[in-house]
């Protein structure tokens, strides 16, 4: 069974139904126009994929730890009567002896997207797409049965940005820009090195500041416990401002977004007539002001 889309070219559709093939409208990007673009740093990567006359595709996981890989289908034309369309992989014209693959079904949803996929089916797609099949969503758009339709992800031109996709992956960030937000970092006694435990948020952190164009200013603000003279205190805030400052900078961050103050003992959190009070008084506390 076949169907016969603009530019001649024919591909194999393997859906087995009383209809006949005339009753299809195909969105499916030409061999000659098919493009994936990738996009992406360490706050999000993403694909995406133009399906001519219908809308486009794409794949994007966010920073955070929580955040999964999604998948999505975007579409400008009419709303859609159908509450379900099922999900099959499609071998192109140039294998026709591979038989369908069926991926189920998904929700058909009022609005845009009109498909919004998980994490598991995203990663289905991407696989079907990297072996050179065409995922293809099929449903009804009108009442009558023969308004079908088949929205097909070209696999031509995609291994080239997918690899790009992958490899931004590895680099996204594991925290949201709240989690990093009104960060206290706390020093050993008459220390002014960070310690290990935060290395990996302030790397976090300069991304962000990076990448970010909503971020307009990093307040960073040094303190010490009581213990010492006053000006010694001062000069060991500065230099605990100046550490963090460093760590950020060599992730690439420009130092003029930076607005630093170095308290010295000034404006305690705790009373530093205890151990634990004046452990919570070395600290450097980072504050970000977005536009």
Not at 56 to 66: L, P, S, V, Y
């Amino acid at each position: 069974m076949y169907i016969k889309r603009t530019k001649s070219i024919l591909f194999v559709f393997a859906f087995y139904c009383s209809c006949s093939i005339a009753n299809y409208k195909v969105f499916e990007a030409p061999l000659d126009e098919s493009d994936w673009i990738f996009s992406g740093n360490p706050l999000g990567c993403k694909l995406t994929h133009d399906v001519p006359m219908y809308g486009n595709a794409i794949f994007q996981k966010r920073a955070g730890r929580n955040k999964k890989l999604a998948f999505q289908l975007n579409y400008k034309r009419q709303a859609i009567n159908s509450k379900t369309a099922s999900v099959q992989s499609l071998s192109p014209s140039w294998l026709p002896n591979q038989r369908a693959r069926d991926l189920g079904e998904t929700a058909v949803l009022k609005g845009n997207p009109i498909f919004k996929i998980n994490k598991i089916v995203s990663w289905k797609l991407l696989s079907e797409l990297e072996v050179g099949r065409f995922p293809t969503f099929r449903y009804q758009e009108f009442e009558a049965a023969q308004d079908q339709v088949a929205v097909s992800l070209s696999a031509v031109g995609f291994k080239q940005p997918y690899n790009q996709f992958l490899n931004c992956l590895t680099t996204i960030v594991p925290y949201q820009l709240n989690e990093l937000n009104k960060m206290t970092l706390r020093f050993d006694f008459d220390k002014y090195s960070l310690k290990n435990i935060y290395h990996k948020k302030i790397k976090a952190l300069a991304a962000y500041v990076r990448y970010d164009p909503s971020i307009e200013v990093v307040f960073i603000n040094g303190y010490t416990d009581s213990k010492g003279t006053r000006g010694y205190n001062q000069k060991l805030s500065q230099k605990r401002i100046a550490t963090v400052q460093k760590l950020l900078t060599l992730e690439g961050t420009d130092s003029s977004r930076f607005k630093t103050i170095a308290y010295g003992e000034k404006n305690p959190v705790a009373s530093n007539r205890k151990v634990s009070g004046r452990a919570l008084n070395r600290r450097v506390y980072i504050k970000v002001r977005q536009q």
